[in-house]
Every structure is written in C-alpha cells, then in structure tokens.
C-alpha cells in the first residue's frame, strides 16, 4: 500500500510539473518556489502547538484547492502558480514522508514518525 501511496504523490507532482509548463512562466520559477511553503514550519520557533498548526494549514490539500479554484475563475495565472505549488510541494512532502504534525513534536506525522524514533525525541 505504501508504494501505491507514493506514486499517487509523484503522479500527481509530476501533474503539476506540466500543468507548470503550459502556464507563461520562466522554467525556474518552479524549482524556485518549490520549498517556499515550508515557511509554514516558522511556527516551530513558537512551540510545537503552533507549529504544527501553521505548518499544517500551509500544507493541506484544502488550502491548495481552494486557490486553485480561485485562481481558475479568476483567470490570474499567479494565482494558478501558487496553487501549482502548493499541490507539487504537499505532494513532494508526503512523497518523502513528510506528513501533517501532530502537536507534540515536529517529527509525529499522519504518515508515521519521521527518523528514528528511539534517537528523536522532542
């Protein structure tokens, strides 16, 4: 099931690399904005209950899909990069393992712990 999992995730940020290129954007856009969602981890210099709470937010399909639909009905092809990157980088993310967090430590995800566990323990 693991493996069926993970080329759901490349299949779909493989997706997003040619919905990327039919867009008018320069190609390095895409490897520029590619980890910029990772932005959401400034939470963690807080405490892990807001962390994992803005890390969250900025990584879950939801917040992705709601700007793809914003971005199609306005026709804004920013906006359409966003979304682009938004669903590459979750897709990427959980690829890798990198899932949402639970609140009591970064590396305690949806999809397992991150590492190993017996040397992680925050």
């Known amino acids: 099931m693991k493996i069926l999992l993970n080329l759901e995730e490349w299949g779909i940020f493989l997706l997003c690399i040619y919905v990327f290129s039919r867009l008018d954007f320069a190609w390095w856009w895409f490897p520029t904005l590619l980890l910029l969602p990772d932005i959401g981890m400034v939470g963690y210099l807080l405490n892990p209950k807001i962390g994992a709470m803005t890390y969250n937010l900025i990584h879950h399909r939801l917040l992705a899909a709601s700007i793809a639909g914003f971005a199609l009905y306005s026709g804004n092809n920013n906006w359409k990069l966003f979304a682009i990157i938004l669903f590459a ?3 990427m993310d ?8 639970y609140e009591d430590s ?15 323990k925050q």
């Open 94 to 101: 959980r690829a890798m393992g990198y899932g949402l967090k």
């Open 106 to 120: 970064f590396f305690n995800t949806h999809l397992g712990r991150i590492g190993n566990s017996t040397k992680m």
């Open 89 to 91: 980088h979750i897709s």
